[in-house]
T-cell receptor, first 115, second 113 residues
């Protein structure tokens, strides 16, 4: 297998608060993890690429101080949305790839709603 | 040059029919072309993938046709079933670029019973 989990699956938070989303590779070590954002009826938009033990690489237009990514171990990456606002409401999806591999295995996604 | 163009945006097919989704790319450095299936509220799942040295790949009812000279590839779903109703994304990547995927815009497929 190549199973990736995300937690939580759904989260509702109030405007101005921070929320953390976890992404775990359950049965393999992931040197690289990716974070995507998806709006309704749209494609996946890559937000950042994270490699274990190093700083994440953010895509152009993505605020690194707002979307904090930590990839502290070979099986866990976290995305923290800081000072969330209603426009941050979206479906956040992570993926992971094996060392030396290019295949991406996707998590089930996290639905974030900011009220 | 990094874009992947996908069509149609939506597709309605009768049960038992053939669903065809097309993608075109510009960057000739792309060397791996996966298709993903996504159900509402779920993450994408790899359906089938192809490399440019192969013109066709078939897995069950799913077939990828690849035209390297035209820089186009397509997904064919034979004997389409209502359970195939989902959004399909084509994608492309350069294997040596750290597995960074470039996605198409997606096709929402509805298979009517």
């Amino acid at each position: 297998g190549a199973v990736v989990s995300q937690h939580p699956s759904r989260v509702i938070c109030k405007s101005g608060t921070s929320v953390k989303i976890e992404c775990r590779s359950l049965d393999f070590q992931a040197t690289t993890m990716f974070w995507y954002r998806q709006f309704p009826k749209q494609s996946l938009m890559l937000m950042a690429t994270s490699n274990e033990g190093s700083k994440a690489t953010y895509e152009q237009g993505v605020e690194k101080d707002k979307f904090l990514i930590n990839h502290a171990s070979l099986t866990l990456s976290t995305l923290t949305v800081t000072s969330a606002h209603p426009e941050d409401s979206s479906f956040y999806i992570c993926s992971a790839s094996r060392p030396g591999g290019y295949e991406q295995y996707f998590g089930p996604g996290t639905r974030l709603t900011v009220t | 040059q990094q874009q992947v163009k996908q069509s149609p945006q939506s597709l309605i097919v009768q049960k038992g029919g053939i669903s065809i989704i097309n993608c075109a790319y510009e960057n000739t450095a792309f060397d791996y072309f996966p298709w993903y299936q996504q159900f509402p509220g779920k993450g994408p799942a790899l359906l089938i993938a192809i490399r440019p040295d192969v013109s066709e790949k078939k897995e069950g009812r799913f077939t990828i046709s690849f035209n390297k000279s035209a820089k186009q590839f397509s997904l064919h779903i034979m004997d389409s079933q209502p359970g195939d109703s989902a959004t399909y994304f084509c994608a492309a990547l350069i294997e040596t670029s750290g597995s960074r995927l470039t996605f198409g815009e997606g096709t929402q497929l509805t298979v009517n019973p």
